[in-house]
């Protein structure tokens, strides 16, 4: 009430962004079961829908409609003008109109979601009401690893050595760990097996996604995995 009475437009943009499997879309997830619960216009929107809305020369309306809007798994090249990296010039420079709010003032939140290079982002998204910040979500540190493992079930814990599993989860996603916890009781139940962590394991590691750009998410004094404290980095240094 306050935004329409006063002419307002405070428009705000973020990118939750870093390797599959580490919490983006789960976040997303809460973040718009909270909004709705809040009786918090939300739309979830997705590269297709993008593309469709530029061709019917609606992506005002897809941008200004709703208070919070999720971009899930967006394709950067339409955060880009420039195509010798595959940019989108039309598309992009329409998509910044459109956040802008031209048609009217508004009040809304867009959160984007990629797992693509940030680099690719052109300069004139990088400003408060497109893109504001980007939120890293790194893979688990020790501490988050023991975090997690530790609200295993108890039938879990009591037949794998917490420490061990600790360590040779390193490189694992949160959801690759959670594949292991899966694989060890999904094995134990409908195969007769042991609680074979090591076959677990090589299970969920059986394909693991790489990126270029590493930031941790969960900053920590003490974990062997975090070399870099950042868990938000602003797009304007």
Not at 20 to 36: D, F, M, V
Request: contains cysteine; glycine residues 4%.
């Amino acid at each position: 009430k306050i935004v329409k009475r006063e002419n307002i437009a405070m428009n705000r943009g973020f990118l939750f962004f870093g390797d599959p499997g580490n919490g983006k879309s789960l976040t997303c997830k809460w973040l718009l079961a909270h909004a709705q619960s809040h009786d918090i216009s939300c739309q979830v929107v997705s590269s297709s829908a993008i593309e469709e809305a530029y061709r019917k020369d609606r992506l005002d309306k897809l941008f200004s409609d709703y208070q919070l809007i999720f971009v899930d798994d967006v394709d950067l090249s339409f955060l880009s003008r420039d195509p010798t990296v595959g940019g989108e010039p039309r598309i992009s420079g329409a998509i910044a109109s459109a956040m802008d709010g031209i048609h009217e003032r508004s009040l809304s939140v867009r959160i984007f979601t990629s797992n693509e290079k940030i680099d690719m982002i052109d300069p004139c998204f990088k400003r408060p009401g497109r893109i504001d910040k980007v939120f890293v979500f790194e893979k688990p540190t020790k501490k988050m690893r023991r975090l997690a493992i530790s609200r295993w079930s108890e039938k879990v814990l009591k037949n794998i050595d917490v420490e061990t599993a600790i360590q040779k989860t390193k490189d694992l996603s949160y959801c690759q760990i959670e594949q292991v916890r899966n694989m060890l009781l999904y094995n134990f139940y409908y195969h007769g097996s042991r609680w074979d962590f090591e076959k677990a394991l090589v299970y969920a590691k059986s394909a693991i996604p790489r990126l270029d750009r590493r930031v941790s998410f969960v900053a920590t004094d003490e974990d062997e995995d975090d070399e870099n404290d950042a868990p938000v980095v602003s797009l304007f240094n």
